[in-house]
């Protein structure tokens, strides 16, 4: 006779490698279980609840807004010295505001286009060696300066708000808008520091829902999340042919390397 554990509160357990064909884990509770390696051939997982436990997913949410407001801040403040550069006020700093402009454009083209890979390292490396022939020549110093200062900022921006979309859904951005915002009015309101805090902040969401569904240029974000969410439910290498997942809530849900054949998924919620 298969195991019966249905509706059952089976939290941080291990099944790892146990041969549970035909079980029926029905409307249970396996956040934080490990299924690894485990033969889980016919196996009834509808209505279960999987992911993180509730201490863990709690921190990690609250680390996700407080990475969100962080992002905000870094973008707030890069923005703002986009703006400043541009102003017709400071003409003295137009020309370093030009070339943070195209810095900025040219990284969230790579961003958005290629995805964290090596386009993207390639275009870092070329920023740092032009800071290093600058600084060796003692050419332009203050223009690279500001430039690569600027485009930090906002490149981590950018990318700490893609981090913490990843983890905790596209909420955590109001947080971002709101820390840079408050940033660039205390600075004295500019439409173009509100146009490029905007740009960067939905680059950085594009990015972390890129993540979160999956998208093949952002498996290092993808990593990142794996390793952070390492407690949640794990199925890696497990069998699970003809498993039946209907109407479960699956998100943060290890699934490499399990065999899926003819697994029912129906109604099933990823996040």
Not at 168 to 178: E, H, K, R
């Amino acid at each position: 006779m298969s195991p019966d554990f249905s509706a059952q509160d089976l939290r941080g357990r291990s099944f790892a490698g146990l041969d549970l064909s035909g079980a029926n884990f029905s409307a249970a509770d396996i956040r934080g279980t490990d299924f690894s390696h485990a033969i889980l051939r016919g196996a009834n997982f509808s209505q279960v609840k999987a992911g993180l436990p509730s201490h863990w997913s709690i921190g990690l949410v609250l680390s996700s807004w407080l990475l969100s407001g962080f992002s905000g801040m870094w973008t707030g403040l890069g923005s703002n010295l986009v703006a400043l550069s541009l102003d017709g006020t400071h003409p003295n700093n137009f020309n370093t505001g030009v070339v943070s402009s195209m810095m900025l454009i040219i990284f969230l083209i790579i961003l958005l286009h290629y995805g964290l890979g090596k386009e993207l390292l390639a275009f870092i490396f070329v920023m740092a060696l032009a800071f290093d022939i600058a600084a060796a020549l003692e050419i332009a110093m203050p223009l690279v300066f500001s430039s690569l200062l600027t485009v930090t900022l906002a490149a981590a921006g950018s990318l700490a708000v893609g981090v913490a979309v990843a983890l905790a859904g596209i909420g955590v951005t109001t947080m971002a808008f709101m820390v840079a915002m408050l940033i660039v009015i205390w600075d004295g309101t500019r439409a173009l520091a509100v146009g490029v805090t905007v740009t960067v902040i939905l680059s950085g969401a594009c990015v972390g829902w890129r993540t979160r569904i999956g998208d093949e240029k952002y498996t290092l974000l993808q990593d990142l999340v794996r390793l952070l969410t390492v407690k949640g439910t794990s199925f890696r290498s497990a069998d699970l042919t003809e498993a039946n997942f209907t109407q479960a809530e699956l998100p943060q849900t290890d699934l490499r390397d399990a065999i899926l054949t003819r697994t029912c998924w129906e109604q099933v919620k990823w996040h």
